[in-house]
């Protein structure tokens, strides 16, 4: 009896180390998620991220539920130039969260109109996130 509850023991442990590692991408995925501030989570999910020697990349898409509203009846309609802000740094590395903001049209127009939304992600008069800027500027750098 012993033999076999060694055995299941064995064989749980194999099974659990398995499906850890299948699911290291999603792992990575939820520590970068760490490292982007909640407020920039609730409208832009992670789509790549970039490591180079000196820096960290995170490039951010807008959800495309986040329509903005009382605009009526709207469709995607492309992209906006990604808006690039600093963030605290990272194991040496200096961290940059690029966010790109959707573009959106009536139904049925041309496109000439587009609408976006707006956000204030930013410390006014930086391009750092608001928590990184207020570090910054608490210690006066």
Same mark, same amino acid.
């Given at each position: /009896?012993?033999?076999?509850?060694?055995?299941?023991? $064995? #064989?749980? &442990?194999?099974?659990? /180390?398995?499906?850890?590692?299948?699911?290291?991408?999603? $792992?990575?995925?939820?520590?970068?998620? #760490?490292?982007? *501030?909640?407020?920039?989570?609730?409208?832009?999910?992670?789509?790549?991220?970039?490591? !180079? &020697?000196?820096?960290?990349?995170?490039?951010? @898409?807008? !959800?495309?539920?986040?329509? *903005?509203?009382?605009?009526?009846?709207?469709?995607?309609?492309?992209? /906006?130039? *990604?808006?690039?802000?600093?963030?605290? *740094? $990272?194991?040496?590395?200096?961290?940059? #969260?690029?966010?790109?903001?959707?573009?959106?049209?009536?139904?049925?127009?041309?496109?000439?109109?587009?609408?976006?939304? &707006?956000?204030?992600?930013?410390?006014?008069?930086? !391009?750092?996130?608001? @928590?990184?800027?207020?570090? #910054?500027?608490?210690?006066?750098?």
């Amino acid at each position: /009896m012993r033999c076999w509850s060694i055995k299941i023991e $064995i #064989l749980s &442990t194999l099974g659990f /180390m398995e499906k850890k590692s299948a699911d290291q991408s999603s $792992i990575q995925s939820h520590l970068y998620s #760490l490292l982007v *501030p909640q407020e920039i989570l609730n409208s832009f999910e992670i789509t790549s991220i970039e490591e !180079k &020697t000196e820096d960290l990349f995170i490039y951010l @898409l807008e !959800k495309d539920i986040c329509v *903005p509203n009382s605009h009526g009846d709207l469709v995607q309609n492309g992209y /906006m130039n *990604p808006v690039e802000l600093n963030s605290f *740094p $990272i194991v040496g590395k200096r961290c940059f #969260l690029r966010l790109t903001r959707r573009k959106w049209k009536a139904r049925g127009s041309d496109g000439s109109a587009s609408v976006t939304n &707006t956000y204030d992600f930013a410390l006014e008069g930086t !391009k750092a996130t608001k @928590l990184f800027g207020s570090f #910054l500027k608490e210690f006066g750098l």
